[in-house]
């Protein structure tokens, strides 16, 4: 079955310090990925997506990605962290099934500490 | 990109009771889907609300918990029926517009508590 592994349910790191959160996924098909960040009390934002074409993604707030397909991953760094980072971070894949359902890895709260 | 509204974004409700919760689009979308996330946890698909068909639900849920309705291409509605302080969760929708890429839109959700 297809899966999609966050390591690390929490994760802190101090203000202007690199942020690295990990997602695994399995997956027949190459998938398109996503990494999302959820506010306190908001709902899901687009950080970043991969698609096709180049592997080292960039998104909003100075988030990138790069999809490792020999590795099965895709995580998420920052070079350096603000305070403004802190919020729960979700990796999901669309498998490309023709379903357009989305799998949601289990979530990776930063903290970050002054 | 498509924006989302739901309605109320929160609520507290009593054990036996239904709550209805509205999912408004900005633009004409067909896949509208339900989430459901627990506190503390990730996002569990419900179902899938495509316009002009009865919704598709995921394992572990059923229709007469949660009913659905999909009138139009804009609107969506998710019943969380004869509710238990199990179903205290926040309540998502999303939607598809078939962009290149296959991203998904979320609403701000909908935070219910049931005593």
């Known amino acids: 079955a297809q899966s999609v592994t966050q390591l690390g349910s929490h994760v802190s790191v101090s203000e202007g310090a690199l942020v690295l959160l990990r997602c695994n996924y399995s997956?027949?098909?190459?998938?398109?990925l996503f990494w999302y960040v959820q506010y306190p009390n908001q709902g899901l934002q687009l950080l970043l997506k991969?698609?096709?074409?180049?592997?080292l993604v960039k998104g909003i707030n100075g988030f990138e990605a790069e999809f490792k397909k020999s590795e099965t991953s895709f995580h998420l760094t920052k070079p350096s962290a603000h305070m403004s980072d802190a919020a729960e971070y979700f990796c999901?894949?669309?498998?490309?099934?023709?379903?357009?359902?989305?799998?949601f890895g289990t979530g990776t709260r930063l903290k970050v500490l002054a | 990109s498509a924006v989302i509204s739901q309605k109320p974004s929160r609520d507290i409700c009593q054990r036996g009771t239904s709550l209805t919760i509205q999912c408004q689009v900005d633009s004409q979308v067909t896949m509208m889907f339900w989430y459901r996330q627990q506190p503390g946890q990730s996002l569990t698909l419900i179902a899938t609300a495509n316009q002009g068909s009865e919704a598709t639900y995921e394992s572990g849920f059923v229709i007469d918990k949660f009913p659905i309705s999909r009138p139009n291409l804009t609107f969506s509605t998710l019943t969380v029926s004869n509710m238990s302080p199990e179903d205290s969760s926040i309540y998502l929708c999303?939607?598809?517009?078939?962009?290149?890429?296959?991203?998904?839109?979320f609403g701000p959700g909908t935070r219910l508590t049931v005593l």
């Open positions: 997956s027949s098909v190459p998938p398109y």
């Open positions: 991969y698609t096709t074409g180049a592997t």
């Open positions: 999303s939607v598809n517009p078939r962009l290149a890429g296959n991203e998904q839109f």
């Open positions: 999901a894949v669309d498998p490309n099934s023709g379903t357009y359902k989305y799998i």
